[in-house]
């Protein structure tokens, strides 16, 4: 089934095509999927970015589903997406699809190409069938990137050793570069002739692009490395050829960090001037978020530290043993608290002239109404929607006021080893 196609017009408006043109309809307050509020809160209002318009201002983040086992869109990443998208969600992010093979964490990650494109359109229109827009999240892992998965030594902006792979990353030529930015255009082409509505390139948690824009990774001494003007450059490429692929009115979403989480990282002062580059390169929309995956992985996240169902679900003897010895140590926790970056988001808010969306804590529709009232564009959320699909409609509904999920984060151990899933859920069964 092929997925329907969602026009930009001149005007904001999105229409849901199909075959027959009679059936067309706006995909306007509450697509197909919620209920009249019974109050007008901004929170659940039609809300423009870019050339779309989306139901609500509440988007699901892009959270590794860990279920595109072989490199493939499966049945359950399907309905794991059709289920975001039917309980509320203005758009929900498919993640995490590598631009190329070589930027793979897992095996069971996506990376783009001609032949999953049919699958794609499959999901699209899984979502678009409940009402909500999709988006896909493009990246590359760099010099944290599996050697088993990708049959070579990982590519990043240094040499430099990587203790949560326990590789070495080889430092990226100017023609490994110019691939690269070749394969972020080439899956952001891919990704609209799926269908997606909108592309969310991430350059943060220490992913290849947030791996050269960080002081930690780039030892750089030439043109890509250096100030951070010079360190950003390799990222500011990808969105200008991006957005020339792509056409204006196409959402581009940015993926940032504010803060590394380590001595020696991309700090919040940094950001902020990071944020302007980004916005001028042509970024729609940019979602600033922290921590580096093969460093600080909880510090996005924090709350409690899942090394038990980690231990559980490894696979591998030395990995099991690794964490066994030594999982304290490298998985560093952080306490949870509610709206966590908030005071680092507001800084990269008020220093661009384009939306800016938080992430980072939300839990409750007092929190989304303050966020939006003080100039968010929109609200991401991430685990309550693993907690439960339909928390946002529920929250539209007033059937509750806040997410039940704990932090807890066992969720985050399950999906590197198969789909991602509440445990608090299955604890109740």
């Not at 957005?243 to 940094?270: C, F, H, Q, T, W």
């Not at 003897?317 to 908030?342: E, S």
């Not at 808010?349 to 564009?377: C, H, K, T």
Request: proline share 4%; glycine share 10%; with cysteine.
């Amino acid at each position: 089934m092929a997925a329907p196609a969602l026009k930009y017009r001149s005007r904001a408006t999105l229409v849901r095509t199909h075959q027959d043109t009679r059936q067309q309809a706006k995909v306007g307050y509450y697509g197909s999927c919620m209920d009249e509020p019974s109050d007008s809160s901004p929170l659940f209002r039609p809300f423009a970015l870019d050339g779309l318009v989306l139901r609500n201002r509440i988007i699901r983040a892009g959270c590794f589903e860990g279920m595109s086992q072989g490199g493939m869109v499966t049945s359950d990443l399907i309905e794991h997406h059709r289920r975001v998208a039917a309980g509320g969600v203005a758009m929900t992010t498919l993640s995490y699809c590598a631009v190329s093979s070589d930027g793979r964490a897992f095996g069971h990650e996506l990376w783009m190409r001609p032949e999953i494109v049919g699958d794609l359109r499959r999901l699209v229109a899984a979502v678009h069938e409940e009402g909500a827009a999709a988006c896909i999240q493009l990246g590359h892992c760099g010099y944290f990137s599996a050697p088993p998965v990708i049959g070579r030594r990982p590519l990043g902006p240094s040499a430099k050793f990587c203790l949560y792979r326990l590789s070495r990353s080889s430092e990226m030529t100017h023609a490994d570069i110019r691939k690269k930015i070749n394969d972020f255009v080439r899956a952001a082409s891919l990704a609209r002739e799926a269908g997606f509505d909108a592309i969310e390139i991430h350059a943060g948690h220490g992913y290849l692009l947030s791996q050269f824009a960080s002081p930690w990774t780039n030892r750089r001494r030439d043109e890509y490395g250096g100030t951070l003007a010079n360190r950003m450059r390799f990222t500011c490429e990808v969105i200008r050829e991006v957005r020339s692929e792509v056409g204006p009115g196409y959402p581009i979403l940015v993926k940032m960090n504010v803060l590394d989480g380590m001595r020696g990282g991309l700090d919040a002062d940094e950001a902020v001037v990071a944020a302007q580059m980004l916005a001028s390169a042509g970024a729609s929309a940019l979602v600033p978020s922290c921590g580096f995956t093969s460093r600080t992985p909880l510090f996005m996240l924090r709350g409690k530290r899942p090394l038990r169902q980690m231990l559980q679900l490894e696979k591998g003897i030395l990995k099991k043993l690794g964490l066994a010895m030594f999982g304290r140590m490298a998985v560093k926790q952080y306490p949870f608290r509610p709206l966590f970056l908030l005071e680092e988001a507001r800084r990269i808010r008020d220093a661009v002239n384009i939306p800016v969306g938080y992430v980072g804590g939300v839990l409750s529709r007092n929190q989304m109404e303050s966020l939006i009232a003080e100039g968010f564009a929109f609200v991401e959320v991430g685990r309550a929607t693993i907690r439960d699909p339909e928390f946002v409609l529920k929250l539209a509904r007033g059937e509750i006021q806040e997410s039940d999920c704990d932090h807890c984060n066992r969720c985050v151990a399950a999906i590197n080893v198969g789909a991602v899933t509440c445990f608090r859920e299955t604890d109740n069964r």
